[in-house]
């Protein structure tokens, strides 16, 4: 249960990040960390569940696939976010969340 709380507490932490930072960078950051706590739930769900409910190995590896997943999903963000700060500050010299209109129709 512990592993949940600490799920918890970094899942918020990563929330407070992206609504009060104004840095992409740090905003990604913090997107990492929210989809790092959402790993430690599945695992840990996954976990009690193979311990409790005495499933089989091949029953409790649906928490590991997804983990696998949303780590696949987090990579490909970064890169694609990345490249579009990039081509950002390429273009306008300067990286303010709160002026990024130029994406919009």
Known sequence: MAYIG?????????VVGVVIRRNPIVIFMCIELMLN???LAFLSFARYRYA??????????????M?????????????VGLGII???YR???????????????
């Not at 409790?52 to 696939?65: D, F, R, V, W, Y």
């Not at 983990?67 to 890169?79: G, L, N, S, T, Y």
């Open 67 to 79: 983990v696998i997943f949303v780590m696949a999903v987090a990579a490909a963000e970064v890169a």
């Open 86 to 88: 990039m081509a950002i």
């Open 6 to 14: 600490l799920s918890l507490f970094m899942f918020s932490t990563g």
């Open 52 to 65: 409790t409910e005495g499933h089989s190995l091949n029953q409790a590896i649906g928490g590991p696939m």
């Open 37 to 39: 706590a959402v790993n």
């Open 91 to 105: 273009l306008k010299e300067e990286v303010d969340v709160d002026e990024l209109n130029l994406l919009g129709g």
